[in-house]
């Protein structure tokens, strides 16, 4: 226990370092992060109006959900098949009646599922880390580009969470315009933080299966957006576990996931168009995204004993319903964006049309 607490809090100070390094360029102040001991799956971001902080906050549940959702996924042989030795892994080992939130206190018996290949064993932390990290930017685009402070000053709310709840149809359009803005700049610096893995590389890794699991995450631009885009994919439906419901999009706080993710599989391929330093095609790496939902989708209903589901992935992708929705929260953002600009620490805001952060 003491060395998984170790290794998440030497990557959220990282992180908080690097916000503070590359991204709180205009209006620096202090950043820093916190655990809260609730199993259920949420974060949280904080704006101090009286100190001079932001704050990062993480339910415990998050942290140890995710570590057994990845070790459970990459234990089918099925899932990412082309890593490491897929042959060694016994399905049986994935299955879970329900996926569980609290590993210490609920489910003692479970805790030692890793995947039996140690080239997948690793990996399986690479995609925890890949999530994390895009949970935790997430929270600081809300920080950076002022939504909390705006938030606070429009209807007097201190924290903006995670859990999706329902709010008036004009109040969520606004939030769902800031949790797009969140999730734009959340990709952006996930996919960074990778690229200096990949560009820079790491100290030697200690063994041959070690340095195989570190070339499969972080190899190439294909493995890195493999790696990252499975994470996140995984995250929106553990977090996101609402049926899919077209009708009544308006009336959430936060997207729904099918929505989210096409949205940021557009703004990976609107990264690479406009910066060459990515080496990734554009049209290329849409399609190659395509190809991980559906991976992603089969191992995520294989761990629960489900039928996958793409009823929402497919019902966004050309549906007149979900265009005009966007273009709903696109207007949204065109309605607050210079509203937020006082609040801004650093970088630009997306244009009013709604298209990436930077």
Known sequence: MYKLMLGLHMRLTHNCNITLDKYYTARPRPITYGLTSHPSLNAFAYASPTEDFDFVGLNIGVYFTLRDTFSRLLS?????????????????????????????????DRQGVVPLCPVRAIYAHYMLGAALDFLFFHEVTHLRFGHLDWLRQREGASVLGE????????????????????????????????????????????????EQALQEAYGSPEKVVRLIFSSVYI???????????????HLFTHPQSPLRQHWIALTIAEIFKNNSYYAYDADTALNDVAHLIS?????????????????????VVGNSLSTEHLQAVLDAWAGIRDELLPFV????????????SS
Not at 345 to 356: C, E, F, V
Request: glycine share 8%; proline share 6%; aromatic share 8%.
């Open 76 to 108: 089918l042989p099925q899932f990412l098949k082309d890593i490491g030795d897929s042959n060694k892994e016994d399905a049986s080992r994935a299955h879970i009646p329900y996926l569980v939130t609290d590993l210490i206190n609920q489910a003692r």
């Open 163 to 210: 859990a999706i709840g329902e709010t008036s149809s004009e109040g969520g359009l606004i939030r769902q315009a800031l949790e797009m803005d969140a999730d734009a700049g959340a990709i952006l610096y996930t996919l960074n933080k990778a690229y200096d893995v990949m560009r820079e590389g790491v100290p030697r890794p200690p063994n041959l299966q070690a």
């Open 235 to 249: 995250l929106f439906r553990l977090f996101d576990c609402k049926e899919w419901d077209p009708f009544n999009q």
């Open 295 to 315: 991976r992603s989708e089969f191992g995520i209903a294989a761990i629960l004993n489900d039928e996958p589901d793409f009823r929402g992935i497919q019902s």
């Open 345 to 356: 620490r650093g970088g630009n805001l997306a244009p009013a049309s709604g298209r990436l």
